[in-house]
């Protein structure tokens, strides 16, 4: 099963984005309390790409593009803006006290910490950033009522 999105970097659309996710989640018949993740990775990867990957008079293009084969869900975001690996900033210090911390990269190290993979490539002028997480009890399809088949 895949699924697939292009829209423009911005913020209003990460609600049609989040749409694409959820459809994809029911036609698939995945575990409702599994969706949660894939949601905040999506809008941490979308919102940093709205607020790092655009400049004065452009608008990148994102694609982000979902598939299920037993037992994982994969989800890549590309987007045509500027090359940038969100994977070579080092993770925030989460030991040290709020006023001591750097701004930022907390999105890049939770999607790191929920996620069972998470890989970037430049690729034909693309940043392309695969997640991939295996859904533990869901390598059948649900019958209805949500009960595995």
């Not at 790092?52 to 994982?72: N, R």
């Not at 006023?99 to 490539?121: E, I, N």
Request: with cysteine; net charge neutral; charged share 20%.
């Amino acid at each position: 099963m895949t699924a697939k999105r292009t829209v423009a970097a911005d913020a209003a659309q990460l609600t049609v984005l989040n749409q694409l996710l959820q459809e994809f989640w029911t036609a698939a018949a995945l575990a409702p309390a599994a969706l949660r993740t894939f949601e905040l990775a999506l809008e941490e990867i979308f919102v940093n790409i709205v607020v790092h990957g655009t400049g004065p008079g452009s608008t990148p293009l994102v694609e982000v593009s979902l598939s299920w084969a037993a037992p994982s869900v994969v989800m890549t975001v590309e987007d045509d803006g500027p090359p940038f690996d969100p994977l070579s900033v080092p993770p925030p210090d989460v030991t040290a006290g709020l006023a001591d911390r750097r701004v930022g990269g907390l999105g890049v190290f939770l999607v790191r910490k929920t996620m069972d993979t998470v890989s970037y490539t430049r690729s034909a002028g693309r940043n392309q950033l695969r997640i991939a997480k295996r859904l533990d009890g869901c390598d059948r399809p649900r019958a209805a009522g949500g009960k595995s088949a």
